[in-house]
């Protein structure tokens, strides 16, 4: 099916020329938006939104989607922790199809919550087609960061690297250094994978040494190819960056050639003035995930200095075991206040500065024409209804949007110019069916990975079971 025009809405570009039409219609013609004309103008095939607004489809920069599967069993546990004994032997555990359940299911939250573009900064790269497939069949726009074999880094565990030596179709990561790694771009090229650009993913900034960095910075040129890691998201990842380096954690990336515009930072929490500075010189993209640093105790990321400077800031949800939303309405809501409560400043983040991030400033991140509404930019585009109890009256409606409103309020979802949501309704999905297959997949990654005890709720755990082979013993509360 295919949109003529969106008729009707309060439209919010995003566009610094015209940033708002009081009551507009977008005219779409393949895949984009061809026009945006003043008033309500009823076209063949155009949907009614007045009464709505008119948004840019949100871009969520960092979501790790197949951990949708495991919700809630991060434990309240360090980032460390719970990486080496939740996400890793999960992670292990998935095959080509348990994986595409757990990327359909964190697609359609996310399509349902207004998303129009992901990026994951961790496909395990045995796997990556069938993740390429999964985002495909929903109608997603994805980056999706194949993770690059390193060394171990901070934070690592047994599962988490010393596939370095491999390149086969079965290893977990890719040797960009090995011979098998221009077959696997050409190959993907060659796919065509709907919507799905190939990225390169790095665990952590302290897993790269200088050869590393040096190997993956020729990668990224040569195939002209956008990079991600997870950066300064702990205190000990910048410790062990300086540790190994001797220097600031940006000004040791910088150095191995890892910085520039086609590179995504996440969190980077802790990140100082010197870092601040190497950001804004080299036009490097930063992923922000308040929710998830939060819910690990990480840190919050200094946005407004980061912000104030002109360094592009995305938000990212991160993933289901660490938020445990892809709901970038909420993100956007979080971020907004959180800044607030930190700094002393109502001004910090605004909520017009957490819509910018969510749309604008993450397509940007990801290199996308989308994220700003105006003729001949891809028609991702998200209709949110906030006449509705929770919302209304909405006064104002950036405010209404970034403080009141949930995924509830959003009516229709468009990925170049088809539907993928219509009227509340995912387009194409059955989601009790989707719904049934993660649960199967979900409980027997558990059981497989022996974790069942573990993830359980203190509450449910039985006693004097700690001695029959379970992986640590626990306190009981
Ligand atoms: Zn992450």
């Excluded at 996400?87 to 129009?116: F, N, W, Y």
């Excluded at 980061?306 to 956007?332: A, F, K, P």
Aim: net charge negative.
């Amino acid at each position: 099916m295919t949109v003529g025009s969106l008729s009707g809405g309060l439209v919010l570009t995003m566009d610094r020329t015209r940033p708002a039409y009081r009551e507009a219609t977008l005219v779409i013609e393949d895949g984009c938006i061809s026009g945006i004309v003043d008033g309500y103008i009823r076209h063949n095939e155009s949907i009614d939104c007045r009464g709505s607004i008119v948004i840019p489809g949100f871009v969520n920069t960092h979501a790790h989607m197949a951990e949708v599967l495991w919700r809630g069993c991060g434990g309240e546990q360090n980032t460390v922790d719970w990486i080496a004994n939740r996400k890793h032997p999960l992670m292990a555990q998935l095959d080509g199809d348990s994986i595409r359940v757990g990327v359909r299911l964190a697609c359609v939250e996310m399509l349902r919550s207004g998303t129009t573009a992901v990026l994951d900064p961790e496909v395990p790269a045995h796997l990556a087609t069938r993740v390429a497939s999964a985002t495909g069949d929903i109608g997603i726009r994805a980056g999706l960061a194949v993770a690059v074999a390193s060394g171990a880094g901070y934070g690592a565990s047994d599962h988490s690297h010393g596939n370095h030596h491999h390149s086969h179709a079965g290893s977990d990561s890719l040797d960009v250094a090995g011979p098998g790694f221009p077959g696997f771009v050409e190959r993907w090229r060659r796919d065509k994978h709907e919507r799905a650009a190939l990225w390169l993913g790095l665990r952590v900034l302290s897993a790269a040494d200088r050869h590393l960095g040096k190997v993956i910075s020729a990668a990224l040129e040569r195939n002209r190819l956008r990079l991600t890691f997870h950066c300064a998201e702990q205190e000990a990842d910048v410790e062990a960056v300086r540790a190994s380096s001797g220097v600031g954690t940006l000004e040791y990336a910088e150095a191995i050639g890892l910085l520039g515009p086609a590179t995504v930072i996440s969190h980077g929490v802790h990140l100082d003035e010197p870092d601040i500075e190497v950001l804004q010189r080299t036009g490097t993209r930063v992923s922000h995930c308040p929710s998830s640093n939060s819910r690990t105790g990480a840190g919050v990321a200094p946005v407004p200095a980061m912000t104030s400077r002109g360094i592009n800031v995305g938000l990212g949800t991160d993933g289901g075991m660490v938020n445990d939303r892809y709901d970038m309405l909420s993100e956007m809501r979080y971020a907004a206040l959180l800044h607030k409560a930190v700094s002393g400043d109502p001004k910090a983040v605004t909520p017009e500065r957490a819509l910018r991030m969510a749309t604008r400033d993450g397509a940007r991140a990801l290199g996308l024409e989308s994220g700003i509404l105006r003729p001949g930019a891809p028609a991702d585009v998200c209709v949110v209804d906030l006449e509705a109890l929770g919302s209304w009256p909405a006064y104002n409606p950036v405010d209404a949007l970034v403080f009141s409103a949930g995924s509830r309020n959003v009516r229709h979802v468009l990925v170049g110019g088809e539907p993928r949501l219509l009227g509340g309704d995912l387009v194409g999905v059955n989601i009790p069916e989707l719904l049934a297959e993660a649960a199967e997949v979900s409980r027997y990654t558990i059981r497989a990975a022996g974790l069942e005890e573990e993830v359980k709720p203190s509450w449910l755990r039985r006693e004097g079971r700690s001695s029959h082979g379970y992986r640590r013993s626990h306190p009981h509360g």
